[in-house]
């Protein structure tokens, strides 16, 4: 189980690698919205660094939706998911393996979001290992979350329109509590991040659960 | 034993049925060559064999499997052509089939010979198959179904978009394959091809099998047969012309994305 899904994992990961999707266009668009945030909200520094967390999370939620919409195209194009079928991996692999190459990518650019954070919004970091541990339990939920649901529109016409329509309320749980996870990180408010971090780490729970039970039938229906 | 035992099996796509009330039945080693209008059930025929489709009613057994209880250890056992190649665009030649062999727990040593069975030129196997003519992609893609040595093969138009050594080449490998002791199921308005490597006939309209005629038969019903395919073979004139102009334009573009590739893009 554990190599196949290594085998997912590295096979998207090489995808990505040669086509360059996230660093040249998810990359790029994640920054230009942080800088077009900062912009709308400077001329009042006070609801900027409130609002940071916030900001920084949803956007987070706008690059999930093209990093799955990529990773669901690669299984469409050409029947492609066909060859996963018929070569016998289990379903539930080729789930983490797809969830877990959504999340390299989406920690990648949330590595480079921080840094944006920090220099465009003056942010200053006052809890460093509850930074890195939100950032990472919150996006293994968001990718499982979103590997689901792409399966899931896979099949649909127009699935690049449907699938924002239905992550992005699926989403709402990681950005409010990602959010306040965040502004114990970045010291903007006086809450306990770390039980925020519970919730976070059940949403992931649940949807690799859900992932697991759901991923082969729907893969089928694709 | 049965490898393919098909009865009053339905299939419904959506609310359509696609295949209504089919019986079948395929031995080892037969090479059953499925024929019929456009339409009629046959890809959706290969893609129940092949344990994509579940069988709405009916009961239908392949290579000892019940597809209404254990899809997934058909899959596993038959290689599918389909009318997609099924192969990842960013992805050469020989990282598509070295994925589809560690997949399927296949030695990767079998993957340069598999490429070499089906004419893909060493030089093509460092290219990313989106830069592939489609009779190229056609010829890996059938690498990948050889490459699985699978029991049960099932070929959808094999020979669409393939140059004259491409089609000679297929022919030889479903050959091959039922010397080996493997069943084949070839859906193909082809029918000068492929009716020299058939044992059977059998011929889908509507969803169902209207006629299903062994070799020693055909004779007797080729002009029986001939009425079903007529209709088709002005659309297959049309195509056969258009794969024809398109096999030539894509090997141009093989050797020009070739030459872009040396000179340029990596792989």
């Known amino acids: 189980m554990l190599a196949d899904v290594w085998l997912v994992t590295h096979k998207d990961l090489r995808i990505e690698w040669r086509s360059r999707v996230t660093l040249s266009q998810v990359v790029p668009f994640a920054l230009t919205v942080l800088v077009l945030f900062g912009f709308a909200l400077d001329a009042n520094r006070g609801v900027l660094n409130a609002a940071t967390s916030g900001l920084f999370w949803l956007t987070v939620l706008f690059v999930t939706v093209v990093a799955v919409t990529r990773s669901t195209a690669i299984e469409t194009s050409d029947g492609a998911c066909r060859a996963l079928l018929l070569a016998g991996i289990e379903p539930s692999a080729v789930f983490f393996g797809k969830t877990l190459a959504v999340a390299v990518q989406i920690l990648g650019v949330e590595i480079l979001m921080v840094g944006g954070v920090l220099v465009f919004y003056g942010a200053t970091v006052e809890s460093l290992p509850l930074l890195l541990a939100t950032c990472a339990v919150a996006t293994v939920g968001i990718a499982a979350s979103g590997t689901l649901l792409g399966a899931l529109v896979a099949g649909v016409r127009a699935r690049e329109t449907v699938l924002p329509v239905l992550l992005l309320p699926v989403l709402a749980p990681v950005l409010i509590a990602a959010s306040r996870a965040f502004d114990d990180a970045l010291g903007v408010l006086a809450v306990d991040g770390w039980s925020w971090l519970g919730l976070l780490a059940g949403f992931g729970v649940v949807n690799a659960a859900l992932g697991t039970l759901a991923y082969g039938q729907l893969l089928e229906e694709a | ?160 978009g393939l140059d004259q050594g491409g089609r000679d080449l297929v022919d030889g490998l479903v050959s091959e394959a039922a010397a080996d002791g493997a069943t084949v199921l070839v859906a193909s308005h082809e029918l000068d091809r492929t009716l020299e490597l058939k044992t059977r006939r059998v011929t889908i309209a509507g969803g169902t099998i209207i006629a299903d005629v062994a070799d020693s038969d055909a004779a007797d019903t080729d002009a029986a047969d001939s009425d079903v395919a007529d209709s088709d073979a002005a659309d297959s004139d049309v195509a056969d012309s258009d794969a024809a102009d398109s096999d030539a334009a894509d090997s141009d573009a093989v050797d020009t994305d070739v030459a872009g590739v040396a000179g340029g893009r990596g792989s």
């Not at chain 2, 290969?46 to 499997?65: E, K």
């Not at chain 2, 050469?92 to 004419?119: D, K």
């Open chain 2, 1 to 160: 034993m049965s490898i393919v035992a098909l009865r009053d099996a339905v299939v419904l796509l959506g609310r359509f049925p696609a295949l209504s009330g089919v019986d079948l039945e395929v031995g080892a080693s037969e090479v059953v060559l499925l024929q019929g209008p456009n339409g009629a059930g046959k890809s959706t025929l290969l893609r129940l064999c092949a344990g994509l489709l579940r069988p709405h009613s009916g009961r239908s057994v392949v290579l000892g499997h019940d597809l209404s209880k254990s899809r997934a250890a058909v899959r596993r056992s038959v290689g599918l052509l389909g009318h997609d190649t099924a192969l990842y665009d960013d992805l050469t030649v020989t990282e598509n089939l070295q994925f589809l062999a560690r997949a399927s727990r296949i030695e990767l040593t079998a993957v340069g010979s598999a490429l070499e069975r089906l004419g893909v030129s060493a030089r093509l196997h460092d290219v990313v198959v989106g830069r592939l003519s489609a009779g190229q992609r056609r010829r890996v893609a059938l690498a990948g179904v050889a490459l699985r040595r699978p029991e049960l093969w099932l070929l959808d138009e094999p020979h669409a």
